[in-house]
């Protein structure tokens, strides 16, 4: 397919492969966090583990929208689904994520909850025009990327006048949770090591490169925004491998054909009208981190579900066993999870880094599993 | 008064096909259930079985085994590019029979239709499953109607199971593969996945994609007129490519691996799974088969695939390996190597 076989060309890959391995000091270990959950489904769709060399390690980041939020903002969805009648549409990925006492949106929907998948917030606001008598919640999660979309419908909605569309907002931030994988108490004592980052593609199309420069600067991070085709994955692998050689810390931008400066004005522009930060959020796997989420400002008070619905929150610990937390923070990888293809498996999750595509454990799970034959299923 | 109640025999309206809707009495066992089987199904669907209009069929059944497969179609919307839910009640049943080895011979159907569903969408589903079976030379030979209330169903639902006869040197099975097979597909994947999908309210997608559903009994009989020992007939539909290997090497206890350069896939179908995350291997096929034969076999298995209509696309994609039992592996395009596994959850409900 065109615009597609280009960057998936085999010969190519060698080509990059081969040049990452001869770039390699023998004496040095690579650690690069991949933030992007989009790039560990890549990595492990397309086998590109298996073609760097043994001292290049990829560490898989907290860049999985479901997987990072925590299971009391899904327990309040289920909430106000069940609770007042709405009809919560909400991303396909979501439904079988577990909440408290194992509940999900799909468990929710069979007992009756009025709970619809839609691809985007365009398609919520269609149904809150087809059904005038019900109350419609769109679920918004996401990084950066999806946030525009979700202010494009609030805004859509002022215009139009829907007063029965209202927005579930958990919309969170790269930056901050770049800041918690460095600040972790863990990042100093060698459990976590990470020297470079590829950085998120979809989201710097709308933040640009230039929020990562304080990385670069302050904590001396090599970054390469990369694109998510596996020659975009390889290629800024062998540009932070080269940083890294050379003591450099910079911000390289690799997605060039999508990634301008200063980003996407008019989506930022969007944003900034429609949402502000929050004091706090909770994330799963990486706690509580100040100002890493937005919510609706107050002229959009009426369009904002949590206003509209309350419901309380409270905070769910994770299954004892799963190790999704750590595995957020690059602290394990899905195999050192001792129910990682046993107790928690795609069709079965226990924690939500196996139920997104996106999610380290699904992804190795779906992909990889022969790599780690010692978890394998008998 | 002569004591008679009329001028005659009561003389009946004909339904009105063409503004009128199916309500309760039409599933009440009375006059007007008579006069929807007449006049909409008995009419589309005449043989001589039927037309007995008992409440069985009694079947003159040639030599050999009987092969039996059911299945119910609830898919939506009822009718998508390509196909409805009249035609794909016919050919889903017939490939499960046909998959047995079998030659499909007849057909039983049941309605479940929503009240209110205007009575020229049941015509169209009636006359696109009479027009079905007749080219796929099944015999639509009883049946059942049932009226639920408005909001209880969507539209229509259909039951159909299908009977055919086997001979008994056939006899292939999901856990006959062996180390060394061949697997051989009979064309491009995904086009129903994505047809149905295109048509979704919730999805503002409009692609040139045809649903491929089709009968495949005729490719399977030229399939085992060159090689009656065929091991392993599958039609992929729900959860795709995928879930049928990965079915197969689970009850055959034996891995495969496949190789992505070689799987058909339409461009159109392509883009729309690159659009939408999609792994066409996922997506579901209603005309499509694949067959795991002797390695001796694969060619002139190939060959007849290919001289006939439905396989003119087909291709060997892989083998049967002793490593990695119960698993499914892909040589992708891009020189890796990953495991293809089931899908979990619904990628897209009421597919068929």
Known sequence: MKYVDEFRDPALAANLAANIRAAVRPDRHYAIMEFCGGHTHAICRYGLEDMLPDNVELVHGPGCPVCVLPAGRLDMAIDMAARYGV????????????????????????????????????????IARQNPGRQVVFFAIGFETTTPTSAAAVKQAEAEGLENFTLFCNHVLTPSAISAILDQ?????????????????????IIGAEPYEYFARHY????????????????????????????????ENQFTRAVVPG????????????????????????????????????????????????????????????????????????????????ACTPETPLGSCMVSPEGSCAAYYTYGRLRAPERQEA | MDGSLGRGTPRR?????????????????????????????????????????DDNAVLDVPPGRLVVSTDSFVVSPLFFPGGDIGSLAV?????????????????????????????????????????????????IVTGDTKVVERGKGDGVFINTTGIGVRRDVVAPSADRARPGDVVILSGSIGDHGIAIMSTRESLDFEAPILSDSAALHGLVAAILDVAPGVRVLRDPTRGGLSATLNEIAGRSNVGMLVRERDIPVKPAVEAACELLGLDPLHVANEGKLVAIVDP??????????????????????????????????????????????????????RIC
């Open chain 1, 185 to 205: 108490p863990e990042a100093g004592t060698g459990k976590v090591r990470v020297d470079a980052f590829i950085g998120p593609g979809h989201v710097s199309t």
């Open chain 2, 91 to 139: 050919h889903g049943t017939v490939n499960d029979v046909a998959m047995g080895g079998a030659v499909p011979l007849y057909l039983t159907a049941g309605f479940i239709i929503e009240e209110g569903l205007p009575l020229s969408e049941l015509k169209r589903v009636v006359d696109s499953m009479a027009a079905a079976a007749r080219d796929a030379g099944v015999a």
């Open chain 1, 263 to 342: 980003g996407n004005q008019k989506a930022k522009a969007l944003v900034e009208e429609v949402f502000e930060l929050r004091p706090e959020f909770e994330w799963r796997g990486l706690g509580t981190i100040p100002q890493s989420a937005l919510r609706l400002r107050e002229p959009f008070a009426r369009f904002d579900a949590e206003r509209r619905f309350p419901v309380d929150y409270q905070p769910v610990a994770d299954h004892k066993a799963c190790s999704c937390g750590d595995i957020l923070r690059g602290l394990k990888k899905p195999a050192d999870c001792r129910i990682f293809g046993t």
């Open chain 2, 13 to 53: 309206r004909k339904l009105d096909l063409a503004n009128g809707r199916v309500d309760l009495s039409h599933g009440s066992g009375g006059r007007a259930m008579e006069q929807l089987i007449e006049e909409l199904f008995v009419s589309a669907f005449a043989n001589d079985a039927l037309d007995r209009r």
């Open chain 2, 296 to 349: 001796a076999d694969a060619g002139a298995v190939l060959a007849a695939m290919r001289a006939h209509p439905r396989g003119a696309e087909a291709a060997i994609i892989g083998t049967v390996t002793a490593e990695a039992r119960g698993l499914v592996q892909l040589d992708t395009t891009f020189g890796g190597r990953r495991i293809v596994d089931w899908l979990a959850g619904e990628q897209l409900p």
């Open chain 1, 87 to 126: 009809i919560l549409c909400t991303y396909g990925d979501m439904m079988r994520v577990p909440g408290r006492d194992r509940r999900s949106l799909l468990k929710a929907k069979a007992a009756g909850a009025d709970i619809r998948m839609v691809y985007g917030s365009l398609d919520a606001l269609r």
């Open chain 1, 220 to 251: 001396r991070k090599p970054i390469a925004v990369s694109g998510f085709e596996p020659l975009d994955i390889l290629q800024s692998v062998l540009m932070l491998v080269r940083q890294l050689n050379e003591g450099r810390a910079e911000v």
